[in-house]
């Protein structure tokens, strides 16, 4: 997971209520991305960014934003729009994004909807 | 577009057998392909990559994947299997646009002592 730090591990939201996942990363890199993960259905993007202060929607993006004020940071806020969001949510982050550049990720935030 | 498949849910072996986690692609032009392990309630660890040159791409903890440009398959391998490679496996593929990624629903390696 080296490099790439995401807070909180389990996060905990009622319903109506807005949460931010955070992730930070120290590895220089100019693209960062989040993920969700459920069971047997592998990863879908949610949010990339190629670059500081501009980022593009994945393919399901709605519920979701973001935003990339800064190099290393890329918070994720799971609004009360986003009708199913327990899930385990994942964020990485390449050198650039050409294909071959590899994405390391974050080791994960748990979130559950009470 | 592009898409990854891994046929198996679950893959069994014993300690010290080899062990094969199949992956299959769909993309256009050349595949830029990738193995990544899950240990529970973990992030993704990059194990390896194929980007170009030889069909025998050898990765982290002695883990080993084929290319093959035919079948179009990108098989994970290991001669000898360890209790401690228990864990998800995932294939991805990455695209042209912006670096994004494809992931295969995931393979779950079991190995029994």
């Known amino acids: 997971d080296g490099g790439i730090t995401q807070s909180p591990k389990y996060l905990f939201r009622k319903e109506g209520q807005n949460v931010t996942l955070s992730c930070e990363q120290n590895?220089?890199?100019?693209?960062m991305y989040w993920y969700r993960q459920d069971p047997g259905q592998g990863l879908r993007l949610i949010y990339y960014s190629q670059i500081v202060n501009d980022f593009q929607k994945g393919d399901i993006a709605e519920g979701y934003s973001v935003s990339r004020e800064k190099k290393e940071s890329f918070p994720l806020t799971v609004t009360s729009a986003q009708k199913n969001p327990t899930a385990f949510y994942l964020c990485?982050?390449?050198?650039?994004?050409?294909?071959?550049?590899?994405?390391?990720f974050g080791p994960g935030t748990r979130l559950t909807v009470l | 577009a592009q898409s990854v498949a891994q046929p198996e849910d679950q893959v069994n072996v014993a300690e010290g057998n080899p062990l094969t986690v199949k992956c299959t692609y769909s993309?256009?032009?050349?595949?830029?392909l990738f193995w990544y392990v899950q240990y529970p309630n973990r992030g993704l660890q990059f194990l390896l990559k194929y980007i170009t040159g030889d069909n025998l791409v050898k990765g982290s903890y002695g883990f080993e994947a084929e290319f093959n440009k035919s079948q179009t398959s990108f098989h994970l391998k290991k001669p000898s299997a360890l209790v401690s490679d228990s864990a998800l496996y995932f294939c991805?593929?990455?695209?042209?646009?912006?670096?994004?990624?494809?992931f295969g629903d995931g393979t779950t390696l079991t190995v029994k002592p």
């Open positions: 990485a982050s390449s050198q650039g994004t050409s294909r071959g550049d590899t994405q390391y």
């Open positions: 993309v256009s032009g050349n595949p830029y």
């Open positions: 991805a593929v990455r695209d042209t646009n912006a670096g994004k990624s494809t």
């Open positions: 590895l220089n890199h100019d693209a």
